[in-house]
């Protein structure tokens, strides 16, 4: 199996991946500044209670879809909450759902996020429509904006689960010469559902954060699509039983096949690599160079994933009344 971290140090390799805008010194640039934003001190902070958050997540997503925007924005929207939550919250409430408010309106405006204020009065329009009693004015709606906006930095465009996945998906098209191109891009397009799971169901801390979430997602994604086989991803010390166990609750397939509910019946198989052994083992390195990781790493990442989707599962199963 492959050992530390596969290095194809080529030139012509670095100016592919740079041509792709997916060069070895972005990411670099991504896993400092999340390092930065998800601090270890942070990990398990939970400022709000769950049920808050979850509304929370609840309403932003009606309002982007209200609004158009596009599906992974809700990704972006779950991060700069749980950010703002933790930098911002110190042991005094702060108005939930005007926070919501300015961050669906910072998110789409795109490249004028730094002038606040412009284009409130739709969102607040559409606000209502969720909530009737909340008719927060537009100076509340901009001073909630600016103190977004200094809370995390003035930094809306954080690396999410999506923009991880996709330059990972970029690397390693370059690295197999596009021959896996289509079925990379159906792990794109179909690891939104699981993804959603992920930051709707929990805050994103420095435990589990975007990078490594988006890992375990491309891992879990090619064993899913029959390109690895599940042992390979198979984490330390964990036996074959069990990891199969894990991937069958994490529910993988089922949200690749479309589904984002998490009170669906995980889909009990474990899919089977359709390519040669000698095949898949590159593949691994080939993810190791990729996700500039280790195998290991890529290893734990999946597990991680795997455990926070089933217990998304789990919990949505007990919420219903779902007895299997």
Request: with cysteine.
């Amino acid at each position: 199996e492959p050992s530390g971290r596969f290095e194809v140090a080529t030139e012509a390799l670095s100016d592919a991946f740079d041509k792709r805008y997916a060069a070895d010194e972005l990411l670099e640039e991504w896993a400092t500044r999340e390092a930065q934003i998800y601090s270890p001190s942070l990990i398990g902070d939970a400022p709000l209670p769950c049920s808050t958050r979850e509304n929370s997540m609840a309403f932003m997503a009606g309002l982007a879809r209200s609004l158009g925007m596009a599906h992974g924005c809700c990704l972006q929207l779950a991060n700069l909450f749980d950010l703002y939550c933790v930098h911002a919250f110190k042991g005094t409430e702060f108005p939930t759902l005007t926070t919501c408010v300015a961050l669906v309106r910072l998110v789409k405006k795109g490249k004028k996020v730094n002038i606040p204020g412009q284009e409130t009065g739709p969102v607040l329009q559409i606000a209502a429509r969720f909530f009737p009693s909340f008719q927060p004015t537009e100076d509340e709606v901009i001073r909630q904006e600016m103190a977004v906006l200094h809370a995390i930095g003035w930094r809306i465009y954080l690396p999410s689960i999506q923009s991880w996945l996709e330059k990972f998906v970029i690397r390693l098209n370059v690295l197999t010469n596009d021959m896996l191109a289509a079925s990379l891009a159906w792990i794109l397009e179909k690891s939104l559902f699981p993804a959603t799971v992920l930051v709707m169901t929990l805050p994103t801390t420095s435990a589990l954060p975007p990078q490594r979430q988006a890992r375990g997602l491309l891992g879990l994604g090619l064993v899913s699509a029959g390109l690895i086989p599940l042992d390979g991803l198979r984490p330390p010390h964990s036996c074959h039983e069990r990891w199969e166990e894990l991937f069958i609750l994490s529910g993988m397939l089922g949200l690749l096949g479309g589904s984002s509910s998490s009170t669906s019946v995980p889909e009990c198989r474990v899919p089977q690599c359709v390519l040669e052994p000698e095949h898949s083992r590159r593949l691994l390195e080939m993810l190791e160079v990729t996700c500039a990781s280790t195998l290991t790493e890529l290893r734990e990442d999946s597990r991680d994933v795997a455990l926070r989707l089933g217990g998304a599962f789990e919990r949505g199963r007990n919420a219903t009344g779902y007895c299997p």
